[in-house]
């Protein structure tokens, strides 16, 4: 299974609160997303493809977390759990990869653990033997009608709105949602208990379709490959960056070491044999010219010699 960003845990709001409908009060977490409805809203939120093997293990408390099973199709979270999980979560921070929770299992059993990498939580899952409803049966295979996108943050505003308009009773607040062409803003309407009628206008904002769409398993696959990519290339540039950085420190710290060797009073004065210098060899058609040399009155001798004799 793959990991669990702190986002998944949103959809435990939408859980009922009736004990006797104890299918519709869990989440239900598969290998690719999270599940929930209270029989009035479904709600489905897919993993963001990190598989467990990215989440740092080396932690007291988590090395004796085994893998989850393969066979384990899913799990179920009460709201209370997924309450704490969310909490448990940071919303940011230095490691990204520590937003998320791992699924593993201890004594055979689904277990759900979180670490600030000083020490770890580890929450049990629930054992349910209702049968969760199939929200695959909600999916429509023939395109939308119309598609709009509204920002999130004014529609938690005007939900506010219409909670202080409503009595807010439960299935007594209803709201009528208007669309004309492409482009138009979204018309909403209401009305309260003492016959006072609300209209609101909501503007659209542009937005891509496949931003939205659900990936298939095979594009979660490529995802998670692509980052590990990507993990690996930081990896290598912070090691050279590392690397790079102890050499200037270390010539920081003796930064005539070098410079030293062809230069200066207490060292040396001319470069020593064999010490990067290539050495050259003589050059015969000016070697006799050189009155310095030392075997040149040898030489000189020599051919005196040979003169007398003949």
Known sequence: MNLLHRAVFAVRHCLTNEESRYALNHIKITADEAQATNGHIALRVQTNGIENDAFPSEVPGLTAIKPVDKDVEEIRLSKQTADKLFKALPKNGLLPVLQNAYIGQDDDKPVIAVTDLDSCQIFRTEEVTGKFPDLDALKKSEEPKARVCLDAYYLNEMCKVLRDFHSLKQGDCPVLFELWEKGDCIVMSARNDTGQKLKAYLMPMDFDEDEFRFRTPEEL??????????????????????????????????????????????????????????????????????PDRPDRGLASSHLDDEAEDE
Do not use: C, F, W
Request: proline residues 7%.
């Open 221 to 290: 696959e490529k995802e998670a490959e692509r980052r590990a990519k990507e993990q690996e290339e930081q990896d290598k540039a912070e090691a050279l960056r590392q690397h790079e950085q102890a050499e200037a420190e270390a010539q920081e710290e003796n930064p005539d070491a070098l410079s030293n060797i062809y230069k200066g009073d207490d060292v040396m004065t001319t470069p020593p044999e064999n010490v990067g210098l290539k050495e050259e060899a003589p050059d015969p058609a000016t070697d006799d010219e050189d």
